[in-house]
């Protein structure tokens, strides 16, 4: 599975910014679908993530101020952020998990939260 990020920008605080991920190539049924992030000298963290039957995780840091949906027919997910924080600046990957094929990664996209 191959995994395309894009909408990563500069942003200021209080901002909003619609990041978008599509899937491609050898899918068989994508089950779970998500975003995680990872800041300067910081482990990867979940940002939201998405399961087939329609169950969604939030980061405790996020919940409340970004929303993640997803478009099962075209192998997409976006993730929506509003009253962005100078702590959310990050490097956004893309996840995915076929079925068959197993979880992949994007190759990420820079958020950078500043005035």
């Known amino acids: 599975v191959r995994l395309v990020e894009s909408g990563g920008d500069l942003v200021q605080p209080g901002g909003s910014l619609r990041l978008s991920c599509a899937a491609s190539?050898?899918?068989?049924?994508?089950?779970?679908m998500g975003w995680y992030r990872q800041a300067p000298g910081k482990e990867r963290e979940l940002v939201a993530i998405m399961y087939s039957g329609g169950s969604i995780n939030y980061g405790d840091s996020v919940k409340g101020r970004l929303t993640i949906s997803r478009d099962t027919a075209k192998n997409t997910v976006t993730l929506q952020m509003n009253s962005l924080k100078s702590e959310d600046t990050a490097v956004y990957y893309c996840y995915a998990r076929d079925s068959l094929y197993g979880g992949s990664w994007g190759q990420g996209t820079q958020v950078i939260v500043s005035s």
């Open positions: 190539g050898s899918i068989v049924s994508i089950n779970v």
